[in-house]
């Protein structure tokens, strides 16, 4: 029973009683009737008509944040009479959710409505669950006749047009090895490096080992060039609300872009998580999935995404986002990687660190590319 039905029963009640003890015929009338159109509407409202058969569709089920996503509500009624007038209230989180009315459907009929979602974050956004309520005319009683459970619409961070970052020269890829020990066996693998703590001993080379007295570790020529591994910081101590959102959308813009051009990507947390993989441009939306769901960590160390990065395949470029709170070196992410590009987030202006971002990363990021390619240029011509 509603609001409103309850408010009419008490009303009618009370008139009853006290049409009863003054003597007012009228007014016991008057509560009776109230009463009646309760009872009836209780009655129409609880008798059986069927079944009815929701369903929910998002389009598409992953948007970027700004963007609108379109939410198609179906109901289909199987019964013999006429559905009566019912209600649909489907929840969005963080809103009152979406309502709609629908006038009775015929046995057999199915009906579809939509509405919009405008996500303005990055999140997982939880549409549902969807309540059907039958209600009669007066709005007197409601009796749920249908549910169905919630879905997700995954929010990623916003993707800004930027140029892909620069791969390693031929120089650097041929320093870029702690120790020069290379040897060659078809496309197995392309050079040799001391073992370092956390490393897979399934990539121990025993013969080099024997050899140098002490463990060396395969570095694998699969993708030495066209990969570009991400490490985008989420720790609280490092980064503020308003910046840890600036570095989540400089992955996904640089994710983006480096797959467009078709490298191999990575994305590391430095929580520990990852390394997350897209193999072409098609499969990279696993890792924008993955920002979406990023939630700050109380890991106050870089050690966890360390320890990530040696155990995966460490080569190409490397680039670090990482929060102005942070104390530690980045240079600690970046052995075995060929170059190393590393922006700081913050919220306030660092004029004498060009790599510091306070606002939209692009310009920064631009900036630091550009630098890049003229130092290359100068280095070609020397």
Do not use: N
Request: include cysteine; hydrophobic fraction near 40%; charged fraction near 25%.
């Amino acid at each position: 029973m509603t609001t409103r039905g309850l408010a009419a029963l008490v009303t009618g009640t009370a008139a009853v009683l006290t049409g009863r003890i003054f003597g007012i015929v009228e007014l016991m009338i008057i509560g009776a009737t109230l009463a009646g159109v309760v009872v009836l509407a209780t009655l129409m409202v609880v008798s059986p008509r069927g079944r009815l058969v929701p369903a929910r569709r998002l389009r598409p089920q992953r948007i970027a944040a700004g963007g609108t996503a379109h939410v198609d509500l179906r109901l289909g009624h199987l019964g013999k009479v006429s559905s009566g007038l019912l209600r649909l209230r489907d929840g969005v989180a963080g809103t009152r959710g979406a309502e709609l009315h629908a006038t009775p459907l015929r046995p057999g009929e199915q009906r579809q409505a939509t509405y919009r979602l405008p996500p303005a974050t990055r999140g997982v956004l939880t549409v549902g669950p969807l309540e059907v309520d039958r209600i009669d005319a007066f709005g007197i009683a409601r009796r749920r006749v249908a549910w169905l459970d919630s879905s997700e619409l995954l929010v990623h961070p916003r993707i800004h047009p930027i140029a892909p970052p620069s791969r390693p020269r031929a120089a650097d890829m041929a320093s870029s090895v702690a120790t020069p020990i290379r040897e060659f066996r078809g496309d197995d693998f392309h050079a040799l490096r001391p073992y370092e703590q956390g490393d897979d001993l399934r990539r121990v080379h025993w013969r080099a080992t024997a050899r140098h007295d002490e463990l060396m570790i395969r570095e694998h020529d699969d993708t030495r060039e066209g990969r570009t591994t991400v490490v985008a910081d989420i720790r609280e101590s490092s980064v503020t609300a308003a910046s840890i959102e600036r570095i989540l959308e400089a992955a996904a813009s640089v994710l983006t872009a480096a797959a467009a051009r078709g490298d191999e990507c990575a994305l590391v947390l430095t929580d520990g998580s990852g390394p997350y993989e897209a193999f072409d441009s098609r499969s990279v939306s696993g890792l924008l999935d993955a920002l979406a769901r990023v939630e700050p960590t109380a890991i106050t160390s870089l050690d966890p995404a360390v320890q990530v990065l040696r155990r995966s395949a460490r080569a190409g470029t490397l680039v670090s986002l990482m929060g102005a709170g942070d104390s530690q070196s980045t240079s600690i992410l970046g052995p075995g990687f060929q170059s190393h590009v590393s922006l700081r987030f913050g919220d306030t202006p660092q004029p004498s660190d060009p790599t510091h971002v306070v606002d939209d990363f692009t310009d920064v990021w631009t900036d630091e590319m550009q630098r890049r390619e003229m130092r290359a240029r100068s280095g070609a011509g020397s």
